[in-house]
């Protein structure tokens, strides 16, 4: 098996990490532990209700300071434990083209 076929490295942790999840508009957050995490995913226990939040896209806060912190989106509830997907940035392909473009423009 090549290394591009294999499937991404996934951390458990046995008794759970402390993190945050947040509202992307800053208007709710809950406590969570972090029990898995991979490059592209998440799983977590949601200590509170999730109901009636908006979990389309909201942030994971990895630190009590917020400067770790990865965009997710919801993929399963399954009671208290969530699974989350990591987003990628929208402006990383944009700031690649605007930087080779600019290279072009001033060779």
Avoid: H
């Amino acid at each position: 098996m090549s290394d591009g076929a294999k499937a991404p490295e996934r951390v458990t942790f046995s008794r759970g990490y402390g993190v945050c999840i947040m509202g992307i508009d800053g208007t709710w957050r809950r406590d969570c532990l972090l029990n898995a995490i991979s490059d592209n995913d998440a799983i977590l226990t949601v200590e509170g209700s999730i109901q009636g939040l908006n979990l389309k896209e909201f942030f994971l806060l990895l630190s009590s300071t917020g400067l770790a912190y990865r965009r997710c989106e919801l993929v399963r509830v399954n009671g208290a434990e969530i699974d989350v997907s990591f987003l990628k940035g929208k402006n990383k392909k944009k700031r690649a083209n605007a930087m080779t473009k600019d290279a072009l423009i001033g060779a």
